[in-house]
């Protein structure tokens, strides 16, 4: 619980924008404290929590929100863009699972055990994700003091929410050099290979297809900001 209090004061310190709001399930323990620790008028202004049926979570800070019980976990697994684990059973890793699936950021305090720990499926979210540094992956598993470990999630969702992921040495030497250094630019990847020799058949309509959509997009009015990438492969590439 002290680390997640930590992360309570640390968002409220951390200089987000409003349009930044955070979302607790309304359960007891590590959500109560993290709910509390919030300043009053932040809590106010950008805490929820979203309950299922009509029980109040009894929460001295934020506001609650109802949902139907046959639908709270679906909508859990939707409501957020960045999802910060702390513990968990496979309640907690259902939901991380679902909104990874979708696209969202699961960023999980590994040093609490549990879902976040690696347990419950959770295997694959426990290793370094490419949008983290190394730093800050070794933080959310270190043994150091709750609040070092508080300020390397909060320094880390801030920067997810931000739209400022972090890339490898590697890959932003290649995004500069694509032009895609700048936020407004998006890559489409081409990622085909060449099917099995018995299916030439198959083969040929592919590589007519690859001309097709070579030809469609060029067609397709697209603006400058958009720019294409292949593994420079033969055949459908």
Known sequence: RGAARALGRGF????????????TGGLEGIQRAFAESFAP??????????????????FAQG???????????????????VLVV??????????????EQRGARVVPVIRAGGAAGGAHGMEAL?????????EEWEALAGTGAAVDCAGAVVSLVKRLVEGREASSDA??????????ADPRRR??????SAPPAEEDGAYEGLVELARALG????EAGLGPEVVFCTGGLEGIQ
């Open 215 to 218: 030809r469609g997009f060029c």
């Open 187 to 192: 890559c489409v990847s081409i990622v085909a």
């Open 86 to 99: 702390v513990g968990g059973g496979k309640g907690g890793a259902s939901e991380a699972l679902g909104a």
């Open 171 to 180: 890959v932003s030497t290649l995004k500069e050099q694509m032009g895609l």
């Open 12 to 23: 409220c310190e951390a200089g987000l924008g409003p349009e930044v709001v955070f979302c």
């Open 126 to 134: 426990v290793q370094r994700q490419l949008w983290a540094t190394p």
């Open 63 to 81: 506001r609650d929100l109802y949902c139907d019980p046959s639908r709270h976990k679906e909508v859990r697994q939707q409501i957020g863009d």
């Open 41 to 58: 008028g932040d809590a106010a202004s950008r805490l929820w929590h979203l309950v299922s049926g009509e029980e109040a979570s009894g």
